[in-house]
């Protein structure tokens, strides 16, 4: 009996237990990030950039991408006196991406490969545009894979990680968000699918999938504009989240913390659960 209980005791502390994060692990580190010219991306950016890693960036604006560049150099996101010894921006639209470009860019070699670019998001009642969702599956999903399987190889001979920034709208379905939500339901099966396989075939390379609520980013605030009476959490805290948990390898990060209950809650309770959800949204039939 005690034997069992201090085995119980044991699988506990395991399962919940896990190292701290710490942030000298990403010392020098080679980081690819996408969609790193506004939003959680440029956040994302600033933070490895103060933990001394090396950054590769992109996005389709190559002035506002500059800007955050100039602000990374300006060393006005430093912490710890570490000057990055290589930033870079690469201006491309991942609607039509090569990797090939970024491996001319003298990225020598690859830790982590974070992916959170998305196409512009309407938040709207579905209105028949199906060419819109196939482009947006094209920013939002395509890609994430092109980008994850060119990158493999060196990530594995790095033991590296692929972090892919997602949305609770990848796990519970909302209204007004038809296509992006279908482009997030994609990754969680894609890259949930692929974590095992790598983990069957002994291919040390983790794959971290980031579960989002509302963030107080420019776009998402605009584009919920007096849609839905919800509270945006902050975008820098945001970003050090998806950083800590795709450092420490962790197979998902709930921000905030709470997103992770909600997910359960929606499985064990399924009764009454949609006219709770859609009570949150303004809309009055025609
Ligand atoms: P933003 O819209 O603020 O930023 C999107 C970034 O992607 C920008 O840097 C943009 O730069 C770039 N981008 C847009 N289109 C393309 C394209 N075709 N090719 C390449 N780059 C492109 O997004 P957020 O910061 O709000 O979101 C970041 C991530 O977090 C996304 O994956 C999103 O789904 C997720 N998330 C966000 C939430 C929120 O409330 N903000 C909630 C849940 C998840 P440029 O225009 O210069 O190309």
């Not at 038809?178 to 482009?183: I, L, N, V, W």
């Not at 420019?218 to 509270?231: C, F, Q, S, W, Y």
Request: net charge positive; charged share 15%.
């Amino acid at each position: 009996k005690v034997l069992c209980a201090t085995g119980i005791v044991a699988g506990f502390l395991a399962f919940f237990w896990k190292d701290p994060f710490n942030p000298e692990s990403l010392s020098g580190a080679r980081v690819l990030l996408t969609g790193a010219s506004a939003g959680i991306g440029e956040q994302m950016a600033y933070h490895y950039a103060r933990f001394g890693a090396e950054i590769v960036l992109t996005a389709r604006r190559e002035a506002v991408l500059q800007k955050v560049r100039t602000s990374l150099y300006e060393g006005r996101h430093r912490r710890f006196g570490l000057l990055p010894k290589q930033q870079q921006q690469i201006s491309c639209q991942h609607d039509k991406f090569s990797f090939g470009t970024v491996e001319q860019n003298q990225l020598r070699g690859l830790d982590y490969l974070v992916l959170n670019h998305i196409g512009v998001t309407r938040f709207q009642m579905w209105a028949g545009d199906v060419e819109y969702t196939r482009w947006l599956m094209q920013v939002n999903f395509f890609s994430y894979v092109a980008l994850a399987t060119a990158a493999l190889p060196t990530l594995e001979k790095n033991k590296g990680s692929l972090v892919v920034v997602s949305s609770l709208i990848g796990k519970i379905p909302t209204p007004f968000t038809t296509s992006y939500s279908a482009t997030k339901f994609a990754l969680d099966g894609f890259f949930s699918s692929l974590r095992h396989e790598l983990i069957m075939q002994k291919r040390n390379v983790s794959i971290t999938l980031c579960i989002l609520g509302l963030i107080d980013t420019d776009a998402a605030l605009e584009n919920i504009r007096g849609k839905v009476h919800l509270t945006a959490s902050p975008a820098p805290e945001a970003a050090l989240a998806i950083i800590s948990g795709g450092a420490m390898r962790m197979q998902e990060v709930f921000y905030p913390w709470w997103l992770q209950y909600t997910c359960c809650l929606w499985v064990l309770f399924p009764y009454n659960r949609d006219q709770v959800l859609q009570s949150y949204y303004n809309y009055s039939s025609p």
